[in-house]
């Protein structure tokens, strides 16, 4: 099958039916921020990290979110357990290597959690990709140096290297998985005035993920669903503060004949 509007509202459709559980590994600065985007979209979120019940978290989830934003030895314990655990019992496993890259803290984690459990998705913006790929990429801390299209070769590295769908973030939306490609084209600049919209998108992917076992289907349908919304955040008001609140709505009122309409998306 390939991505399309009637594909994205029929994976919308079932997680408003079934409210999957999300498990999310992710960083106190965009917690709230994710878990309410979770709510809007129909799923259900769980903010779990220590590592005495990531693995029974693991077990009741339908899928797993790592994202390395906040990194201490607490979450890094708990990423490795529910990381483990998720491969064992074959959840979809969704990893955000947030500013990998900028510390050899950092990358240090990154590639020990990626030989630990190969992940069925990883996103991040260009810069990300890059210094996973270990392309030695230029960091801003949490931002990119380079636009979505200059990762493009590293993403295709890391699938290939991986098995991974691997999706890079930018003013056009990449998400590949071997001879597989689809570019989103929606969205809007303001969102990256928001912080945390990078991460809100990773954690939308594991509900797609959640309720569509083709990953690649999944990971694009998450970042359209994603973009679109922004657009319609920002064209009630464009200005940061007004966009978090417009975004959780448009994401909650999201319906089959906007998506249609505003989609911009080629396959290939």
């Not at 992710?26 to 878990?35: G, L, P, R, S």
Request: hydrophobic share 45%; proline share 4%; net charge negative.
């Amino acid at each position: 099958m390939n991505p399309s509007p009637q594909s994205i509202w029929t994976d919308i459709e079932r997680i408003r039916a079934q409210a999957p559980l999300v498990h999310n590994i992710t960083n106190f600065v965009v917690m709230n921020n994710t878990a309410n985007a979770l709510l809007a979209l129909g799923a259900s979120p769980a903010m779990v990290h220590a590592p005495d019940e990531v693995e029974d978290f693991v077990s009741i989830s339908s899928a797993l979110v790592v994202n390395i934003g906040t990194l201490d030895e607490t979450f890094v314990a708990g990423m490795r357990l529910a990381m483990q655990k998720a491969k064992t019992l074959s959840k979809p496993i969704i990893f955000d290597p947030v500013g990998v890259g900028a510390t050899a803290y950092r990358n240090q984690v990154s590639a020990e959690l990626l030989e630990l459990a190969a992940p069925d998705v990883i996103r991040g913006n260009a810069s990300e990709i890059m210094a996973l790929a270990g392309l030695n990429a230029q960091t801003k801390g949490v931002d990119s140096l380079y636009g979505s299209e200059a990762a493009s070769d590293a993403a295709r590295r890391l699938s290939a290297s991986l098995g991974s769908v691997v999706v890079i973030s930018g003013a056009t939306d990449y998400i590949i998985q071997g001879e597989r490609t689809a570019t989103i084209k929606n969205g809007h600049s303001l969102m990256a005035k928001v912080t945390g919209m990078g991460c809100t998108a990773t954690a939308l992917t594991g509900a797609f993920a959640a309720v569509n076992s083709d990953y690649f289907l999944a990971a694009t349908h998450a970042m359209a669903v994603m973009s679109i919304a922004g657009e319609l955040a920002v064209e009630k008001k464009p200005a940061p503060g007004s966009l978090q609140l417009n975004f959780l709505d448009a994401l909650y009122e999201l319906t089959e004949a906007t998506i249609t309409d505003r989609l911009q998306l080629t396959y290939a």
